[in-house]
């Protein structure tokens, strides 16, 4: 009686699971042009947008256009759109009907596609990690870890922003969106092992940034569903809200005959390639406002004429202003692993469970993501080499070549090599920074980009502290228990992390010896970049572009820092926050937000 009882439980989870998904699987495309009325493809442009005509010219007109439905142009788009008509210009697709989008089970696959249509477009830095950017409706949202927290609330002061507002902000986003974890077995060891190594207190389950160990929030609901800002759309005003997919800007109009240049419009081309233009309504407090992304929004002012006079003039492009910060400051926390053997099944797992240090390095975890076949005969995941981990070559010479030797090595390797999961560490505030610059003026390229990973003498210590951390993790008694392995020496850790997974023969032979050579050898990225547009320099403290009218930047491209353990959490407030500012400062009460 009992086997069946328990028999039919599953067989109602597997009900309610496969309830809950049937709109992605089956009508994916109806399901969310029911939901989300608003969302066109942009060769649509024309017949979906005649009712924010102005009433002096045949051309749509909106309040806000906004570039980029990303982390942060979604909750954005949803809060102008309360008050005023804006338009959403987004260069991928939706996410709704994309299963490798919408399954924490296929986040590796979905990195792992590097299709021209894919959720995600990798890129490589010139130090030679590979990188990724999103190119979805919802943004980073859709294809990272999913861990959610918030800024230490150092970064809210630093930044200036309302503390208020900010705590009105996030949970708008997190009623929303963000769930509480179903913590997985591995998870819990990991928990316990930063207990046992010092890193304490244990804080529970909280959003917030506090030193210690803690379990954060996540995207991924527990059926293991994500759910990424697009959703955050719903809660627009429909009738003010026009949002295009595969619409890609080119470049920002001006009018320079003022003087300073003003944002008018932008020129944006369809799926099917041809080209179309959106205006901004006469008002003077309408704007664009740029939500690329740490990497887009750089290139796209350079493109539209604003940067650096060396930039411009190299791919003749008109200047319209000249500042040459932009693309300078940019910054990527780095990152290197160590992998966890195991003598047992493990679960698959992202990140839930975090370690705040004192001496500026987050420890996290993720588990699983190697036994699966199609991540070993293709991809691995947040520890690819196609992704980011190809650490058995000095990242100069991280060629295609080199990348496709490496695969076809990996390709032959046991299954079991792959089984257990990875600790990471991460440098918080790296003081290592770079710079961005445009290798043509096709927006649908990637830029240059330079992160200079470890120059400072300072963040390489940190990675030394982190990585000699993480080996104490998993020899505490509590991984050994739940692995049953041996307790491993440190030695032997960074050897079976060089051979299992991120390296086959390490370039250096003294990798796992040195610290300090085995962290440059094996930085990875857990794509936190950003700056490129930094306040005091490219924008000023509302992120208005300086120099500029009706022209704003509301993205990480403006952090000095990446703001706490993980940023998404910050950007998809940042959305919420800057447009409930916009509206109070434009309407006062009126506003109603």
Same mark, same amino acid.
């Given at each position: ?93 939706? =996410? ?19 299709? =021209? ?61 963000? /769930? ?28 917030? /940034? ?10 991924? $609901? ?66 664009? +406002? ?19 006079? @060396? ?5 003749? +492009? ?13 910054? $990527? ?61 000095? =990242? ?26 990875? +600790? ?34 300072? $963040? ?73 547009? /930094?306040?005091?320099?490219?924008? $000023? ?11 704003? +930047? ?36 009126? @506003?109603?937000?």
């Amino acid at each position: 009686m009992a086997a069946f009882v328990g028999a039919l439980k599953n067989l109602s989870i597997c009900l309610i699971l496969w309830l809950n998904t049937l709109p992605f699987l089956q009508g994916g495309s109806d399901y969310y042009e029911f939901k989300y009325p608003f969302i066109k493809r942009a060769s649509s442009f024309w017949a979906s947008s005649s009712s924010f005509s102005s009433s002096n010219t045949d051309e749509a007109s909106y309040d806000y256009i906004i570039v980029g439905g990303g982390t942060a142009g979604c909750p954005l788009a949803a809060t102008l759109s309360q008050n005023f008509s804006v338009l959403v210009l987004e260069r991928g697709g939706v =996410p709704f009907s994309n299963v490798n989008v919408s399954f924490l089970s296929n986040f590796h696959i979905a990195l792992a596609d590097t299709s =021209p249509t894919s959720a995600s477009q990798p890129f490589v830095s010139t130090d030679g990690v590979i990188n990724a950017r999103a190119r979805v409706l919802g943004g980073g949202t859709c294809i990272n870890a999913g861990f959610y927290t918030r800024a230490n609330s150092g970064f809210i002061r630093r930044v200036g922003w309302d503390e208020r507002l900010v705590n009105e902000s996030y949970p708008w986003v997190e009623r929303q969106i963000i /769930h509480q974890p179903k913590l997985a077995q591995w998870q819990g060891a990991f928990k316990n092992s930063l207990l046992d190594v010092g890193v304490s207190p244990y804080n529970g389950f909280t959003y917030d /940034h506090i030193h210690g160990t803690k379990v954060g929030g996540t995207l991924f $609901d527990h059926f293991g569903r994500r759910h990424t800002a697009a959703e955050l759309l719903a809660s627009a005003n429909p009738k003010m809200l026009t949002v295009l997919v595969y619409a890609t800007v080119q470049k920002v109009l001006f009018d320079q005959t003022g003087r300073r240049p003003m944002a008018m419009g932008v020129i944006f081309k369809d799926e099917n390639g041809n080209q179309h233009q959106a205006f901004l309504t006469n008002n003077r407090r309408s704007e664009v +406002i740029l939500s690329c992304g740490a990497i887009g929004t750089p290139q796209m002012l350079m493109l539209s004429g604003i940067g650096p006079k @060396a930039e411009l003039d190299k791919l003749n +492009i008109s200047m319209v202003l000249r500042n040459e910060f932009v693309g300078k400051g940019m910054a $990527d926390n780095p990152m290197n692993s160590v992998f966890v053997p195991t003598n047992r099944p493990v679960e698959q797992s992202l990140i839930q469970t975090v370690g705040i240090t004192k001496m500026g390095v987050y420890i996290e975890s993720s588990s699983g993501f190697g036994q699966s076949q199609d991540s070993i005969r293709c991809h691995h995941g947040i520890l690819s080499a196609e992704i980011g981990q190809l650490s058995t070559i000095p =990242p100069k010479q991280r060629t295609p070549e080199a990348i496709q030797a490496f695969i076809k090595r990996k390709q032959d390797l046991p299954h079991e090599a792959f089984k257990g999961g990875f +600790i990471l560490e991460k440098i918080a505030r790296p003081i290592s920074t770079g710079h961005l610059n445009l290798v043509n003026t096709n927006i649908d390229d990637n830029p240059s980009v330079t992160f200079n990973y470890f120059h400072h003498p300072h $963040d390489l210590q940190r990675c030394v502290d982190g990585i000699r951390m993480a080996a104490k993790v998993i020899q505490s008694k509590h991984f050994t228990n739940f692995t049953r392995c041996d307790k491993p020496t440190v030695e032997k850790l960074l050897n079976m992390s060089v051979k299992a997974n991120i390296n086959l023969i390490p370039k250096h032979t003294n990798d796992t010896k040195s610290l300090e050579q085995f962290c440059k050898d094996t930085v990875i990225t857990i794509w936190h970049y950003h700056g490129g547009c /930094h306040v005091g320099k490219v924008v $000023d403290p509302d992120l208005k572009v300086l120099g500029t009218n009706r022209l704003r +930047i509301v993205d990480g491209s403006t952090f000095n820092e990446s703001p706490g353990t993980n940023p998404q959490g910050t950007v998809l407030m940042m959305g919420r926050y800057m447009g409930v500012k916009i509206l109070r400062r434009r309407l006062g009460k009126a @506003a109603h937000v």
